[in-house]
Nanobody
Framework: QVQLVESGGGLVQAGGSLRLSCAAS????????MGWHRQAPGKQRELVAE???????NYANSVKGRFTISRDDAENTLYLQMNSLEPEDTAVYYC?????????????WGQGTQVTVSS
């Protein structure tokens, strides 16, 4: 069973920064893609950023230029650097991963980490 554990969330003021981490229980080299979603109360869960095994990235328009996604396969960890945070970024952030060999049936999610941005 694959486990993804997020960390790095917290309370920051608008304009501040946070760095989220997602530690995987197995080599991230076995994931074809990894990324972050977020969900705020009363809103649908939305894609924030994703990165493929080849290093291609995709970002939601609302975070382009402010957030940066990266992965360190040697450390089995996914990161999300969040700069210039806004109150609208407040949400629970979830890490996900897609298996390289069974992408249609083997998708994994973390438990989430809370990010709160005060105005």
């Amino acid at each position: 069973q694959v486990q993804l554990v997020e960390s790095g969330g917290g309370l920051v003021q608008a304009g501040g920064s946070l760095r989220l981490s997602c530690a995987a229980s197995r080599s991230t080299f076995g994931f074809n893609a990894m990324g972050w979603h977020r969900q705020a109360p009363g809103k649908q869960r939305e894609l924030v950023a994703e990165i493929s095994s080849g290093g291609n990235t995709n970002y939601a328009n609302s975070v382009k230029g402010r957030f940066t996604i990266s992965r360190d396969d040697a450390e089995n960890t996914l990161y999300l650097q969040m700069n210039s945070l806004e109150p609208e970024d407040t949400a629970v952030y979830y890490c996900y991963a897609r298996d390289r060999f069974y992408p249609r049936t083997h998708n994994y999610w973390g438990q989430g980490t809370q990010v709160t941005v005060s105005s």
